[in-house]
DNA sequence: CCCTGTCAAGTCACG
DNA sequence: CGTGACTTGACAGGG
């Protein structure tokens, strides 16, 4: 099991999402902007190293505008060495990786543009992982999409559109429930039929439901990871208080997350833990898993 | 220097 | 019908 956060340290001094504005696109304002993003990401890995947290979620925000027509500029080739670099690091450490594209990534969009960059978007984050020498455990997670109207007919779209898809990015791909149009239920048919592994949103999960106990979901959950997945991916995050319900924390609640562990014994798992003060609550959960090993499946790290 | 409207992209719920 | 929310705020112009 490992614990992670996603995307940026609020600690750290830096930021790895560093962009600017479409009309001030350069080439050389993307070299510049995509240097200083490696290298904060490579200082927020040293900073997860050094505190035990070995799962993390890498910002889609690495190379503005990467899937825009304007970016012609070919930082794979230019930054493939940074690339490697971080790679290695990750790979001698045992880190497990994720990235989540953003809300405009639809695979079951019924317009054949939204669909082309949703694909164009897909393309850039597979080539992050590639460059970063990662094998298929480091997954990109996306939602169902939108209903338009018929959902049986939006999961169809789906699954044909994502059997279209070339294996480099299908062997990456996992679905993730959402807070309000896809269940867990939806995730899993729509496994059936692609053999797409479905990550667990624990949080969505209690706000969008079928009325599925976690209990029960987490067998049927954990055979849709085969070994060249890794072990399943879980998200995690807690309620604001008094905010509306599906707003996330400012920091982690330790009663509900170690209900939660708890409720998740015997099943090894890594957890994205979305919370809004990041590497902090990922440093609670963490002492609260070293102070009392029965919550968890192995020791943190050690998958 | 700080404040704040706006930013590449889409969908849906809410008021 | 306009706005907020979404995995993640940051940029940049104006006061």
């Known amino acids: 099991m490992r614990i992670g956060y996603p995307c940026i340290n609020r600690s750290i001094g830096c930021t790895p999402s560093r962009t600017f504005r479409l009309p001030s696109y350069s080439d ?36 503005p505008f990467a899937s825009h027509p ?5 930082w794979q080739k230019h930054f493939a060495d ?20 953003d809300q405009f990534v639809l695979l079951n969009a019924p ?20 460059l970063l020498g990662l094998d298929n455990s480091a997954k990109i997670q ?12 939006s999961m169809e779209r789906f699954i044909k559109n994502y059997e279209r898809l070339d294996d480099s990015i299908k ?24 053999r797409i592994p479905v990550l667990f949103d624990v949080f969505h999960h209690a706000i969008n439901n079928n009325g599925e106990q976690t209990v029960d ?5 954990n055979n849709t990871w085969k070994r060249d997945d890794g072990i399943p991916m879980v998200d995690y995050s807690s309620q604001q208080p008094k ?17 939660f562990l708890q409720s998740t014994v015997p099943f090894d798992i890594d957890i994205m833990l979305e919370i809004k003060d990041k590497e902090k609550s990922a440093l609670a959960a963490l002492t609260l898993v070293h102070d009392d090993p029965r919550l968890v499946t192995g020791n943190p790290g050690d998958t």
Do not use: W
């Not at 240097?35 to 947290?53: D, E, F, P, R, T």
């Not at 317009?111 to 590639?130: K, N």
């Open 28 to 63: 050389e304002r993307l070299r510049e902007t995509v240097k200083a993003n490696l290298a904060c990401l490579m200082k927020i890995l040293s900073y997860n190293v050094a505190h035990g947290i070995l799962f993390f979620r890498i910002t889609s925000d690495m190379v």
């Open 111 to 130: 317009d054949a543009g939204i669909l082309d960059r949703s694909i164009g978007d897909l393309i850039y984050q597979v080539q992050i992982l590639d």
């Open 142 to 153: 996306i939602h169902v999409g939108g209903v338009y109207g018929d959902k049986t007919s």
């Open 171 to 194: 062997g990456r791909l996992v679905i993730e429930n959402d807070e309000r149009l896809y269940t867990i239920s939806d995730c899993l048919v729509i496994h059936e039929r692609t």
């Open 217 to 221: 979901l987490l067998a049927p959950l």
């Open 70 to 74: 304007v970016c012609t500029f070919p």
């Open 82 to 101: 940074e690339f490697r670099t971080i790679g290695e690091f990750l790979r001698f450490h045992r880190f497990r990786i994720s990235m989540h594209p």
């Open 243 to 259: 905010k509306r319900a599906g707003s996330h924390a400012e920091c982690i609640d330790l009663k509900d997350f170690r209900t």
